[in-house]
């Protein structure tokens, strides 16, 4: 069973976009291990508090202007 995790920033993509990139990263996983793959594909989207990891030793807060939901 594929499984794909993909953390991102609190806030930072609204429904719809989460919906797309479910439904693409399955097709993805179907390219690579066939249509038996698809109903065995598990897509985490997992958003993370703003202010909850840091990048480059800083701590990271999403920009304004990046905020969808």
Known sequence: MPFVNIKTPEAG???????EIG????????EYFSEAARP???VLI??????????ADELFTIPEGFRNA
């Open 13 to 19: 993509l609204s429904a719809e976009q989460k919906s």
């Open 23 to 30: 439904h693409r990263v399955t097709e993805l996983m179907v």
């Open 40 to 42: 065995h594909t598990m």
């Open 46 to 55: 997992e958003e993370v508090k703003d202010g909850g990891y840091y990048r």
